[in-house]
């Protein structure tokens, strides 16, 4: 099962994956009949989680066959049910790179106006450049942007653009992948081969990678940045296991 899903992810087109993936998914899905695993996203429940990653030491029980979430989604999911007034709440929202997993259980909220944009995938209603935000200052009262900054030209602007379309009190979820050992954040123009920019960067196409100065990073583009160490310090091992949650990864609360 891992290498079919290497090979799927690192051969067929992002965009055609975000259309039909969530068939094949539900079809393996029924050989994880059970409920040792619950998703916090979508409430279904399984054996185990599929495995996830472009190669073949990619992780076990990491996507949700029914909706598609992995690890950092369920995370979030839990984190708005249980930090923030995101579904009581009347909320503007903008979404950037929308997930699957979300998309149609936040459109169905009657207490969003939600939006979703990104520059190329097929799953967003607007097509804009996180460089150029297309929206009015002071527009939205949530922005989520989750796995881009690793992926974008000038990071600082995108993250500036977030803060300035978002209205005064207004709060960001704008995680990106981290390697605690670093310090700050590592970049590497002079690494060009794929290969070895996907062993200095997670993936090939990421053009850095963000370490222990991620919180300081998001506050260049304006942000209050609470680190929130959620998993780590308010759920249960039970709870991590059983959502099978990254169990250490810190929840970047930007406000505005």
Same mark, same amino acid.
């Given at each position: 099962?891992?290498?079919?899903?290497?090979?799927?992810?690192?051969?067929?087109?992002?965009?055609?994956?975000?259309?039909?993936?969530?068939?094949?998914?539900?079809?393996?899905?029924? @050989?994880?009949?059970?409920?040792?695993?619950?998703?916090?996203?979508?409430?279904?429940?399984?054996?185990? @989680?599929?495995?996830?990653?472009?190669?073949?030491?990619?992780?076990?029980?990491?996507?949700?066959?029914?909706?598609?979430?992995?690890?950092?989604?369920?995370?979030?999911?839990?984190?708005?049910?249980?930090?923030?007034?995101? @579904?009581?709440?009347?909320?503007?929202?903008?979404?950037?790179?929308?997930?699957?997993?979300?998309?149609?259980?936040?459109?169905?909220?009657?207490?969003?106006?939600?939006?979703?944009?990104?520059?190329?995938?097929?799953?967003?209603?607007?097509?804009?450049?996180?460089?150029?935000?297309?929206?009015?200052d002071n527009t939205f009262d949530v922005a989520f942007c989750n796995h881009v900054m690793e992926h974008v030209d000038d990071y600082i602007l995108a993250m500036s653009e977030l803060h300035r379309v978002l209205k005064p009190g207004g709060w960001a979820l704008i995680q990106s992948p981290q390697d605690m050992k670093y310090a700050v954040t590592y970049e590497d123009a002079s690494i060009t081969d794929p290969r070895e920019r996907e062993k200095h960067f997670l993936?090939?196409?990421?053009?850095?990678? @963000?370490?222990?100065?991620?919180?300081?990073?998001?506050?260049?583009?304006?942000?209050?940045?609470?680190?929130?160490?959620?998993?780590?310090?308010?759920?249960?091992?039970?709870?991590?296991?059983?959502?099978?949650?990254?169990?250490?990864?810190?929840?970047?609360?930007?406000?505005?």
């Amino acid at each position: 099962m891992k290498s079919i899903i290497s090979l799927v992810l690192r051969f067929i087109p992002r965009p055609y994956l975000q259309l039909t993936g969530h068939w094949v998914a539900r079809m393996l899905g029924l @050989f994880y009949t059970g409920n040792n695993v619950e998703c916090p996203v979508c409430e279904s429940k399984y054996r185990k @989680f599929l495995p996830y990653g472009r190669n073949t030491s990619s992780r076990e029980n990491a996507l949700c066959p029914h909706c598609l979430s992995l690890e950092r989604h369920r995370l979030m999911g839990l984190y708005l049910k249980r930090k923030t007034n995101f @579904f009581t709440a009347k909320l503007k929202v903008l979404h950037v790179a929308p997930e699957y997993c979300f998309i149609d259980r936040f459109e169905q909220m009657k207490n969003l106006d939600y939006i979703t944009a990104d520059i190329e995938s097929p799953l967003a209603k607007v097509k804009m450049d996180i460089h150029r935000i297309p929206f009015p200052d002071n527009t939205f009262d949530v922005a989520f942007c989750n796995h881009v900054m690793e992926h974008v030209d000038d990071y600082i602007l995108a993250m500036s653009e977030l803060h300035r379309v978002l209205k005064p009190g207004g709060w960001a979820l704008i995680q990106s992948p981290q390697d605690m050992k670093y310090a700050v954040t590592y970049e590497d123009a002079s690494i060009t081969d794929p290969r070895e920019r996907e062993k200095h960067f997670l993936q090939n196409d990421h053009l850095r990678l @963000f370490g222990r100065n991620y919180g300081r990073e998001l506050e260049k583009g304006g942000f209050r940045v609470k680190e929130d160490r959620f998993v780590m310090d308010e759920l249960s091992r039970e709870e991590v296991e059983r959502y099978a949650l990254p169990s250490e990864e810190i929840v970047y609360f930007c406000e505005k």
